[in-house]
């Protein structure tokens, strides 16, 4: 027997017992009796990577990949070593090399899709973790993780299945969590509170968990219990900006209000000009200096939070992809296109330009007892960027369902309608108020002809102001700048023209300023609209608990206000870019 073999057996020993310093030892000593012993050099690898000490490893592990270059498990922990030292484009390449060799590890396809996820890759992630659980189904971490990269790049819905299954594996605080932000984000806020309060008391000391606790009790209206969590967050001794910031503004307009932006300004002061912490920061601030009146000083708070993110908006692709969904759903086109036999009245479509006033209309609807709200559902967006796929081509188009059947507008049909009775089973309606649906009203058309879809419009100035004061998801790229703004502004217009031209009375209008003015008139033709007797419920909307989780969480709980119009005329000196941009449509 080889005399390596002895150390390699005390050495895996010491490992389970935890003494990983005294592992080392015998595997060094292994080596120097065998410098060309590939296990070795591999396993001293692993052991300094439990050490964290990841330059060390990545030499171990390039030291048993020249040994034995078919090692998959040494390229996969190569990986490993490679992200600690930032250096992953050359962890995805190790990763790849792994899964060259054994197409069946299974671990390298999970450290893959995680490498991918750590990058910001949601979508390029989903195909390696989807491996990984057909590989291994009882990877909670595989499970966890796919779920993820669904519920960011994709379908809230689609990713539930496996964020539940990974909480029937391990019922770990990070997998409550996790669920509890999707539920959170299917305003399914009760459910989420429940997760959180059960992994908080399996992980009290966690402030991240106090914070989502806090999100949770917000959006259902409990704000006082709230607000107590973050004000002990933001003051505490784990305290960061973005505590600070979710303090700033669930305290605004409260007796704490002067507090949380002292706060605010100090660590403005104290981080540097550019550091990402700043963002939420800014936008806080902005509102309180917009409170004060101070418009100018508003503006350039909201501006520096705007200059601080991704200027990823590409104006030429955005135009281009609207001439194509024109394009693709002429009135000749839509003729000859297939149909769904599916003519379900449940769903209701809410669409229009972010901040134009849906949640509002949402909650003046789903106030109704036969509707229910649902918020904002990526279900019907994962859909359309499905049919591809299922047509067996590479580019996505509209122009594809040229190529499609009725059996596949039915199938989509029968996946949405799924999806929403998931959700709110008892409702006779459901409303989706997912705002760019208006880039998908020619699919709902055709996949569920019962839907009633009701376009929500308001002043495009304060549209654009209300979105570029406010930070809205990545994929809004174009609310960091007042030209992006203007240009997608004109594309959502443009469109919704197109729609109304080819679909007429089908489409319910509705105006957030005539909402404003008159309220119950508004609401009564809408209800009507959508197939619904009248309910005063549906006026109440302020005062009753319920689920709100996008940007507009604190408005939707104070009565309708005339001030929530014209806004833009407070601005009207700093935005001369956007109301030039926007000049015919004003």
Not at 323 to 332: A, H, W
């Amino acid at each position: 027997m080889s005399r390596v073999v002895p150390l390699l057996t005390q050495a895996s020993r010491l490992r389970q017992a935890g003494d990983l310093a005294g592992a080392e030892r015998f595997l060094r000593q292994a080596l120097q009796l065998d410098a060309s012993h590939a296990v070795s050099a591999h396993q001293l690898g692993e052991v300094l990577l439990a050490q964290r000490r990841a330059p060390e490893a990545l030499a171990a592990l390039n030291q048993a990949i020249r040994l034995r270059p078919d090692m998959a498990i040494a390229h996969a922990d190569r990986a490993l070593a490679l992200a600690a030292v930032s250096r992953p484009a050359e962890a995805e390449a190790s990763l790849r090399a792994a899964l060259s060799i054994d197409p069946r590890l299974a671990r390298a396809w999970v450290d893959l899709g995680l490498l991918l996820l750590s990058l910001r890759r949601e979508s390029d992630a989903i195909a390696p973790l989807s491996r990984a659980v057909a590989l291994s189904p009882n990877n909670a971490e595989a499970h966890l993780a796919l779920a993820g990269a669904v519920s960011f790049g994709h379908c809230r819905t689609a990713a539930l299945p496996h964020f539940r299954r990974a909480i029937e594996l391990a019922r770990t605080p990070a997998a409550l969590a996790a669920l509890a932000e999707c539920l959170l984000g299917l305003s399914k806020s009760e459910d989420a509170l429940a997760l959180l309060d059960e992994a908080a008391a399996k992980n009290p000391r966690d402030p991240q968990l106090r914070a989502a606790r806090a999100r949770a009790l917000e959006a259902l209206g409990k704000q006082n219990e709230a607000l107590r969590i973050v004000e002990e967050l933001a003051s505490g001794a784990q305290s960061n900006p973005q505590f600070i910031a979710q303090f700033a503004t669930s305290a605004r307009g409260t007796e704490l209000g002067p507090k949380a932006r002292a706060l605010v300004t100090a660590t403005i002061s104290r981080l540097g000009p550019s550091a990402p912490a700043l963002v939420p920061l800014h936008y806080a601030l902005g509102q309180y200096l917009e409170d004060d009146a101070d418009f100018a000083g508003a503006f350039a708070s909201f501006k520096k939070a705007n200059d601080l993110l991704p200027q990823t908006f590409d104006e030429r692709a955005a135009a281009a992809q609207t001439d194509d969904v024109i394009d693709s759903f002429s009135p000749d086109r839509f003729a000859a296109l297939p149909r769904s036999a599916r003519d379900d009245r449940t769903p209701v479509f809410i669409v229009g330009m972010p901040r134009s006033g849906t949640t509002l209309l949402e909650r003046i609807l789903g106030g109704h007892p036969d509707a229910a709200g649902v918020g904002e559902l990526d279900t019907l967006p994962m859909l359309a960027s499905s049919i591809p796929a299922r047509l067996g081509v590479s580019t996505y188009s509209y122009r594809n369902l040229d190529g499609a059947t009725p059996a596949l507008m039915n199938a989509l049909a029968d996946e949405y309608l799924a999806s929403i009775r998931s959700l709110a089973p008892d409702a006779r309606r459901v409303i989706d108020k997912m705002p760019h649906n208006f880039m998908h009203v020619g699919l709902i058309a055709l996949t569920l002809p019962g839907a009633s879809i009701i376009h929500n419009r308001r002043h495009p100035l304060d549209t654009c102001l209300s979105c570029y004061t406010t930070w809205l998801r990545a994929s809004h790229d174009y609310a960091v700048s007042l030209r992006g703004l203007a240009a997608a502004y004109r594309n959502y217009h443009r469109l919704m023209n197109h729609w109304s031209a080819l679909f007429g009375d089908r489409i319910v209008q509705s105006v957030y300023e005539e909402t404003v003015a008159d309220t119950e008139g508004s609401a009564r033709r809408v209800i009507r609209a959508i197939g619904l007797d009248w309910n005063d419920a549906c006026l109440s909307f302020h005062s009753r608990a319920g689920v709100v989780t996008t940007a507009s969480v604190h408005q939707v709980r104070k009565p309708i206000y005339a001030t929530s119009t014209n806004r833009w005329k407070n601005y009207e000196p700093f935005i001369g870019e956007l109301i030039d941009a926007l000049g015919d449509l004003l």
